[in-house]
């Protein structure tokens, strides 16, 4: 199973709301990091908070991180058409515990932004 | 741009065939990962380099293999393929551990 759950699956909000996605995860980390893709293309990377970093603030990005509930989330502000995309969140340890370089990807919330 | 390329962009051949994909990370980059992205499994951390050497394995098959090079390119070999390995191939890079991987644009490969 994967070691990052997102939640929703998909959100469908108007150009210039907030969008907000969760992501949980099973073990300890040392890091988690949210990407983006647009359908089909590479990864953009978007944050990376350490696990002894509670939030972090990146232009309309923000990311907080509790690590007692072994969740995450991004929120996006003022969101835009060009905000469509599916968001991941990944984080370095396996679902084993232990701790790898290798990334362990949710699923990924689509985001989808209306005009 | 992440600064990470790969070529080629897309790739089409036949079952049992062998293919590499080519990954060139970062300037200044050791760490080279390959993932794998497909509808039914996901994103999956296959393997990772780091300064030449094998680092860490994911959910590689056996079939698969990679290695990195001198100049700190990499390049993942695909043989015996099957209808299943169609999938995008992705390559990320990083300064170090724990540290923000950086991926490139992927290959598509697609298995007929």
């Known amino acids: 199973s994967q070691q990052g759950e997102e939640d929703p699956q998909a959100l469908s909000i108007q150009e210039g709301e907030n969008a907000t996605m969760n992501c949980s995860y099973k073990?300890?980390?040392?890091?988690l990091q949210w990407y983006r893709q647009n359908s089909g293309r590479g990864l953009v990377h978007l944050i990376l908070?350490?696990?002894?970093?509670r939030e972090k603030h990146s232009g309309r990005l923000r990311v907080t991180l509790d690590t007692s509930k072994k969740s995450s989330s991004l929120l996006i502000t003022a969101s835009r058409a060009a905000d469509t995309a599916s968001y991941f969140c990944a984080t370095d340890a396996t679902p084993s515990g232990g701790g790898a370089d290798g990334l362990t990807f949710g699923k990924g919330t689509h985001l989808i932004i209306q005009p | 741009d992440s600064g990470v390329t790969q070529t080629p962009k897309h790739l089409i051949t036949a079952t049992g065939q062998r293919v590499t994909l080519r990954c060139s990370p970062r300037?200044?980059?050791?760490?080279v990962y390959w993932y794998q992205q497909s509808l039914d499994q996901g994103l999956q951390f296959l393997i990772q380099y780091y300064n030449g050497e094998e680092r860490a394995k994911g959910n590689i098959l056996e079939r698969f293999s990679a290695q990195q090079f001198p100049d700190l390119h990499s390049e993942l070999n695909l043989s015996s393929l099957e209808l299943g390995d169609s999938a995008l191939y992705f390559c990320?890079?990083?300064?170090?551990?724990?540290?923000?991987?950086?991926f490139g644009p992927g290959t598509r490969l697609l298995v007929l």
């Open positions: 990320a890079s990083s300064e170090g551990r724990l540290e923000t991987q950086y």
């Open positions: 300037s200044g980059d050791l760490s």
């Open positions: 073990t300890s980390i040392n890091n």
């Open positions: 908070i350490r696990s002894n970093e």
